[in-house]
T-cell receptor, first 113, second 113 residues
Framework: GESVGLHLPTLSVQEGDNSIINCAYS??????FIWYKQESGKGPQFIID?????DKRQGQRVTVLLNKTVKHLSLQIAATQPGDSAVYFC????????????FGKGTLLTVNP | EPEVTQTPSHQVTQMGQEVILRCVPI?????FYWYRQILGQKVEFLVS????????KSEIFDDQFSVERPDGSNFTLKIRSTKLEDSAMYFC???????????FGNGTRLTVT
């Protein structure tokens, strides 16, 4: 089965800095990857996703990089703001499973003013 | 922006009792899911539901669990005889189809005493 893990449970950055959150997955059959943000008392909020036929995808202030060779995924947040403080989860889904996501444990991002 | 709505936000029940957790998905979504998150642990897949039947389920989703979409609007998760270890946040999620990301509700916190 799939195993998804985040490299660091916590990350603290200064406002305005760029943040990088890393994630590793184990199943080479995974073909869909997604990052969620979770604020206290709320459900996971979609940030950005990427399929295995791509290695980079950009959104507003966020970039996801996928390295299938080493089974590594990262989320880059540009110009981090205090409102970005939350727990960030990566998740992966195997081909054909239709969103049977395996989540990592989460990285708590704290943005210091 | 349309939201996935879950009720109640917090449910307390005694061990052995039945509970029903309710979700109102986004109206044009076709695929529905339940995930759960035990305190301090990963978000875990329970079940996916499409076209009024279960598409996939995890090992957690045993005979004590059931789902239904009785009226084309609500999507419910029933636990027939709750156990202490069922205490968790339960998240409902939905998607329009396989190309759009999962949208989660804010969850129901289930506490079994």
């Amino acid at each position: 089965g799939e195993s998804v893990g985040l490299h660091l449970p916590t990350l603290s950055v200064q406002e305005g800095d760029n943040s990088i959150i890393n994630c590793a997955y184990s199943n080479s059959a995974s073909d869909y990857f997604i990052w969620y943000k979770q604020e206290s008392g709320k459900g996971p909020q979609f940030i950005i996703d990427i399929r295995s036929n791509m290695d980079k995808r950009q959104g507003q202030r966020v970039t996801v990089l996928l390295n299938k060779t080493v089974k590594h995924l990262s989320l880059q947040i540009a110009a981090t703001q205090p409102g970005d403080s939350a727990v960030y989860f990566c998740a992966a889904s195997p081909r054909g499973s239709n969103y049977k996501l395996t989540f990592g444990k989460g990285t708590l991002l704290t943005v210091n003013p | 922006e349309p939201e996935v709505t879950q009720t109640p936000s917090h449910q307390v029940t005694q061990m052995g009792q039945e509970v029903i957790l309710r979700c109102v998905p986004i109206s044009n979504h076709l695929y529905f899911y339940w995930y759960r998150q035990i305190l301090g642990q990963k978000v875990e897949f329970l079940v996916s539901f499409y076209n009024n039947e279960i598409s996939e389920k995890s090992e957690i989703f045993d005979d004590q669990f059931s789902v239904e979409r009785p009226d084309g609007s609500n999507f419910t998760l029933k636990i027939r005889s709750t156990k202490l270890e069922d205490s968790a946040m339960y998240f409902c999620a939905g998607t329009l189809q396989g190309i759009s990301p999962l949208h989660f509700g804010n969850g129901t916190r289930l506490t079994v005493t």
